[in-house]
């Protein structure tokens, strides 16, 4: 590509950024990092009513996560309605826009009764031609030829004609004095620079309308990229009914954002059989053209894959600290977890609890969130004992075994994995029993169900203080 790819992303500030938000902004990023251009952040806010300071900020947040940083300071509109003004001024001089005088009950009633006679609802051009009416508010319409077809040539579409029977003058200033999006977008396009549009195929439709703009104030018209919808797994768009839609809800839920990132790519665009992608392979292969002009399925399952697979292969470090702030959440009081920490470090053991916890719980974990959930026991917790696990495990011979292991456990010099493994080995050596003879009361003991990770990894993480504790709870309760 020859001219320095400029594109951006356009959200409007009245809620938070969800997922086809955020597909349409990684798109976006990546087309910019693979041509060497640059990612403009513009935040569409001139509906006031409805553009908060907590949705900008939730966005700037989401993208951040994600890794996909811009590369100018973020654009607002609604500090550039001056200009937004200028052009409206340059149009109206020139007899592209007219004033329009018609109230919005008017435009209603003309509306309504244009559907039962079966006539386009579309504006009737009434104002075209009349005369300035001083003191009265007007918007400003754009003047759109009755005829002809107005040709979208899409970078995913292909080329989409848009009949002019279906266009009419449509209102690029309200009466308030407030740009439409479609004039706005438009002006802010052309001004910074844009070369690619890339956003979502529900703006389509808005296209032509844009075009009939650029022409008017004589723009060069950018390419247009438009990205098909995501929808539901039943074939609807995709809303809160699926699940989660907000970005920043699966970083609450415990997906990783490079999960998230390698899930929203495939999500319309694909290399080859490939599902796996670093992020400098993304910005390797990345190409619009590859996009394809059908909606994608949101597919949880997919998501769930994808995030176990980063888990495994994310620093274990960096998922510590992560798992603090989740048990913190569960209910982890903050000096229990420093306690547990600083044990941990004081015994002389290489790595820290957090990393030994991650390495223990990550490959039977689809999420940090579920990881934490899953060894939530190494805390001092009440236990959920499973009924079954119980009943078959924790028989009274068991727990005569228990007793006697509990007595070696105590004198026991370090309570790590391998003297703990050669305790139990040398203790059902001695009494002719199996290592699952008491192993696994021991583990039903401990957690409170019949799977675990590897038992002597899951004591020596739990602690002596805690294991004796609980061995102790279950002999008293059970042998009464
Ligand atoms: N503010 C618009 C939206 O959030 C932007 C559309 C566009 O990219 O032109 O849908």
Redesign the pocket.
Known sequence: MSERVRV?????PTGHLHVG?AR?ALYNWLFARHHGGTFILRI?DTDVERSTEESVEAILESLRWLGLDWDEEPYRQAGRLSIYQEYAEQLLKVDKAYRCYCTPEELEERRKEALQTGRSPRYDGRCRDGRPEPGKPFALRLRVSDEGVTVVEDLIHGEVGFDHAELDDFIVVRSGGLPT?NFA?VID?ALLQVTH?I??D??LS?TPKQIQVYRALNFPLPRFAHIPLILGPDRTRLSKRHGATAVLAYRELGYLPEAMVNYLVRLGWSHGDQEIFSREELVRYFDIARVGNTPAIFDQAKLNWLNAHFLREADPKRLADLLVSFYRQAGIAANEIEAKAGDWSNSGRAGTFGEAVIQTFRERAKTVEELAQASLFLFRVPIDYDGQAVETHLQPAALTHLREICDRLQRVNRFDASPLEKLYRDFVAEKGLKLGDVAQPTRVALTGRSVSPPVFHVMELVGREICLERLGTVLERTVG
């Open positions: 951006r992303f356009a959200p409007s938000g349409t569409e999006y977008v396009d549009v956003r979502g529900d703006h808005n």
